[in-house]
């Protein structure tokens, strides 16, 4: 997967006028961790999906994070979920057979953003609604970790509390923590 997606949104600029977060994506491809997950072709639970990627994946290091990209999930209503996050392993799991439709990329794109702005702790009444509209930094859609966001346009992007949040996030490689 292509990573501009992600300076576009948390930004590329430095002095911070693109209305970026500061934040640096390389890809790393550990000893251990890369390629498909063993064993399943689609993990059956939360519970399962988070032992296997635990047990797949042992990430100490606090400037790095595991994007996984599972087949599909299903909660036991019958909702279809997009992805999920754990913060303490540092885990960002997108489901890609759950987006479907015209604007599919560009759905699977703005999950990932998402997802990863939890890494972040962005909080806030807005994050996670599927009913609450927050406008984005250019009051053009809504903040990228609402559910309601419009992914037509290509663009993923954080409203002005969630870019806060993300630039006040120690540097963990200024803190010795690499």
Same mark, same amino acid.
């Given at each position: ?26 890809r ?23 032992l296997?990627?635990?047990?797949w994946f042992s ?43 015209n604007?599919?990329?560009k ?15 962005v ?14 930094? &250019?009051?053009?859609? +809504? =903040? $990228?970790? #609402? ?9 993923? &992007?954080?409203?002005? +509390? =969630? $870019?806060? #949040? ?13």
């Amino acid at each position: 997967m292509p990573l501009d997606y992600l300076t576009q949104t948390y930004g590329g600029d430095t002095a911070g006028t693109d209305g970026g977060c500061f934040v640096e994506f390389k890809r790393i491809l550990p000893n251990k961790g890369s390629g498909a997950i063993p064993k399943y072709a689609v993990l059956p639970d939360n519970t399962t999906m988070q032992l296997v990627c635990k047990k797949w994946f042992s990430n100490k290091s606090t400037n790095i994070l595991q994007l996984v990209a599972g087949c599909k999930r299903m909660n036991s209503g019958e909702t279809i979920i997009l992805g999920s996050t754990n913060v303490w392993y540092r885990r960002c799991i997108v489901f890609v057979e759950s987006h479907t439709g015209n604007n599919r990329l560009k759905a699977l794109n703005n999950t990932v953003v998402h997802e990863i702005g939890h890494q972040f702790e962005v909080s806030g009444a807005h994050v996670d609604s599927d009913t609450l509209h927050h406008p984005n930094h &250019e009051n053009s859609d +809504d =903040c $990228i970790m #609402t559910y309601v966001s419009d992914n037509t346009d290509g663009k993923s &992007e954080f409203c002005i +509390d =969630c $870019i806060k #949040t993300v630039r006040k996030s120690p540097d963990p490689l200024s803190q010795g923590n690499n």
